[in-house]
């Protein structure tokens, strides 16, 4: 979940990329906020991200 702080800094592509990376969501976060201001911080940026773990019988859901 993001402002259009962020969705109207950097694509939906690159936001994705950048969010499903293989590392820690803190960073992931930053990186993302990061990106914003490199590419012209117009607006506030606040970033939510939020691990999800799949598991248990029903796992493909």
């Known amino acids: ?14 936001i994705l ?3 499903t990376s293989e590392r820690e969501i803190q960073s992931v ?3 993302l906020v990061d990106k914003a201001n ?3 911080g117009l607006d506030n940026v ?5 691990e999800v773990e799949l598991g248990g019988e029903d796992n493909d859901r």
Do not use: F, P
């Open 46 to 50: 606040t970033v939510i991200v939020i």
């Open 1 to 14: 979940m993001c402002t259009d702080g962020l969705s109207n800094m950097l694509s939906d592509d690159e």
């Open 29 to 31: 976060c930053h990186e």
């Open 38 to 40: 490199l590419n012209g």
């Open 17 to 19: 990329s950048t969010a």
